[in-house]
């Protein structure tokens, strides 16, 4: 219908907003940055195929070769005289034979002139060796730290060393893009990699949430009840859809934390929110008892950081200096702050996935310092070294995607192998993947807030 009047910008965009041109920015805002969940197990491409495809696999430590004596619980009959007679604790009993020198918390040495056994505790009669007398009260730990043999002797009994076992399980994570072929076909208003489509999108968000959940559960993942070989398994997959599987056996992996907690060490600051002296101190000595590495990588989010940045700023910036992280002789993105105190070496990195607001933040994840060997290596026995931390994983299988994460293609839209006739392009990433830890006493967790 006509009407007099001047063209102008009302008329226009009253005639039919298709007719007017929008102004947009074509570029997202990445406001959730959830692409900084960073992937500290691929710093140095550290990863292990499980080569038997089975669905544990186990690591080994060997046992301390010198141990203390536990008198906790025992009578001890003649201390402050040259001959003391006390017992150990079952725990810490059957490795202290006759010969053995025995250092006291009083300085003197004694040497163990008999040892009886009875329901698995050790009795031990024990003679100064310099004529002084022994002062020891129960509960003290007594060092076997050598051997003194008399001439024309036998060889003393034999000693037995075992090994301990560590297990964990993979954990399989998957995740879906599904596209109509509608949407496909359309374009959108703003460009992802430079491509007005949904589908780039999709994907690119999939594949770093992907990427978040393996992060994610490597750090705070539990190792669950269920193996995949359970004939009756407690855990199994609810996820049932037309035409698909659902109903097998469900298992986890056990993140560092978990490592953490039930092998290394866990610190708590006496004054939460705060850090002193006496709280790195507490972290020298604990790591010194374990007889840990002295080159230590430590790791936590920002809030975390800022209370130890505190305590150090104060002193000035003597002995603190920032340097480049370098990872089996790979230099990464990021820079530390480097502490140089007592044998240790500490370099103090941000982790970006503590610090995300959904993730960690209601646990002692995001409160806590992680303390991790410096380029993650430990020694093993016969010598060299293997990583304290990587990823395992079973080998893909699909023809689609890498060794590490499969892809698997639905739907008759799908340009890689059209399927059948729903009209939609369907992709599904998977990946076989566990967490395992070598040398976890040597790993700690600091709670410092």
Same mark, same amino acid.
């Given at each position: 219908m006509?009407s007099y009047g001047i063209?102008n910008?009302?008329f226009?965009?009253a ?7 929008? &102004?947009i ?7 959730y940055?959830?692409d *900084?969940?960073? /992937? ?5 491409d550290? @990863?292990e195929v499980?080569t038997?495809?089975?669905p544990?696999?186990?690591?080994? =430590?060997d046992?301390?070769?010198?141990k203390?004596?536990d008198t906790?619980g025992?009578?001890?009959s003649?201390?402050?005289t040259t001959?003391?007679t #006390?017992?150990?604790?079952a725990a810490?009993?059957?490795?202290t ?7 006291f ?5 004694g040497?163990?002139f008999s040892?009886t056994?009875? !329901?698995g505790?050790d ?5 100064s ?11 003290d730990?007594l060092s076997?730290? !050598?051997v003194?043999?008399?001439?024309n002797s /036998?060889?003393?009994n034999?000693?037995r ?12 994570? !998957?995740i879906t893009s599904k ?5 496909n076909?359309?374009t959108?208003? %703003?460009d992802?990699n430079g491509q ?5 999108k999709? +994907? ?10 393996i992060n994610?559960?490597? =750090?705070g993942g539990?190792m669950?009840v269920?193996?995949f !070989?359970?004939?009756n398994?407690i855990l199994t997959?609810q996820?049932?859809?037309?035409g698909?599987?659902?109903?097998g056996a469900v298992? #986890?992996t056990?993140?560092?934390d978990?490592y953490i ?5 866990t610190?708590?600051n006496g004054?939460?929110?705060?850090y002193?002296?006496?709280?790195? /101190?507490? *972290?020298?000595?604990?790591l010194?008892?374990?007889r840990a590495?002295?080159?230590y990588l430590v790791?936590g989010g920002?809030?975390?950081m800022r =209370?130890?940045?505190?305590y150090y700023k104060?002193?000035?910036?003597s002995?603190?200096?920032s340097?480049r992280?370098?990872v089996?002789?790979n230099?990464i993105d990021f820079? %530390?702050?480097?502490?140089k ?9 941000m982790m970006?996935?503590? /610090? +995300?607001p959904?993730?960690?933040?209601q646990t002692?994840i995001a409160?806590?310092?992680?303390y =991790?060997p410096?380029?993650?290596?430990v @020694?093993?026995?016969?010598g060299?070294?293997a990583?304290a ?12 995607g ?6 698997a293609?639905?739907g ?6 059209? %399927?059948?006739t729903? @009209?939609?392009w369907?992709?599904n990433?998977? #990946?076989?993947?566990?967490? &395992?830890?070598?040398?976890?006493? +040597? ?5 410092v807030?």
């Amino acid at each position: 219908m006509s009407s007099y009047g001047i063209i102008n910008k009302p008329f226009v965009s009253a005639v039919d907003p298709i007719i007017d041109t929008r &102004e947009i920015n074509k570029q997202v805002t990445d406001v959730y940055n959830e692409d *900084a969940l960073t /992937d500290i197990l691929n710093w140095a491409d550290r @990863k292990e195929v499980i080569t038997t495809g089975q669905p544990i696999y186990y690591t080994f =430590i060997d046992e301390s070769l010198f141990k203390l004596g536990d008198t906790t619980g025992a009578s001890v009959s003649g201390s402050g005289t040259t001959q003391i007679t #006390t017992a150990f604790t079952a725990a810490t009993s059957g490795q202290t034979k006759v010969q053995d020198l025995i250092k006291f918390p009083d300085n003197n040495v004694g040497i163990v002139f008999s040892v009886t056994t009875s !329901s698995g505790i050790d009795t031990l009669v024990i003679k100064s060796v310099s004529g002084a007398n022994i002062v020891t009260t129960a509960g003290d730990q007594l060092s076997i730290f !050598s051997v003194a043999m008399g001439e024309n002797s /036998d060889a003393p009994n034999s000693e037995r060393f075992g090994l301990t076992r560590y297990s964990n399980k993979y954990q399989i994570f !998957s995740i879906t893009s599904k596209i109509t072929d509608v949407q496909n076909a359309a374009t959108i208003e %703003v460009d992802f990699n430079g491509q007005p489509k949904w589908i780039v999108k999709d +994907h690119l968000e999939k594949k770093i949430k992907l990427k978040g959940m393996i992060n994610a559960a490597f =750090i705070g993942g539990q190792m669950s009840v269920t193996t995949f !070989s359970d004939s009756n398994p407690i855990l199994t997959d609810q996820n049932v859809v037309s035409g698909g599987g659902g109903g097998g056996a469900v298992q #986890t992996t056990r993140g560092v934390d978990a490592y953490i907690g039930l092998y290394g060490t866990t610190l708590v600051n006496g004054t939460l929110g705060t850090y002193e002296k006496a709280n790195l /101190d507490n *972290a020298c000595d604990v790591l010194t008892a374990q007889r840990a590495p002295t080159d230590y990588l430590v790791v936590g989010g920002d809030s975390a950081m800022r =209370i130890l940045d505190t305590y150090y700023k104060a002193l000035g910036s003597s002995g603190v200096t920032s340097v480049r992280l370098v990872v089996d002789g790979n230099e990464i993105d990021f820079t %530390v702050n480097r502490v140089k105190y007592g044998k240790y070496s500490f370099n103090y990195a941000m982790m970006p996935i503590l /610090d +995300h607001p959904t993730i960690f933040s209601q646990t002692v994840i995001a409160k806590s310092l992680y303390y =991790i060997p410096y380029n993650n290596m430990v @020694k093993v026995e016969g010598g060299g070294s293997a990583p304290a931390i990587r990823v395992r994983y079973v080998p893909q299988q699909s023809p689609f995607g890498s060794e590490l994460i499969g892809e698997a293609y639905d739907g008759a839209l799908n340009p890689v192998n059209p %399927v059948g006739t729903q @009209k939609a392009w369907i992709t599904n990433w998977f #990946t076989y993947q566990g967490l &395992e830890c070598l040398g976890v006493q +040597h790993f700690m967790r600091q709670q410092v807030r």
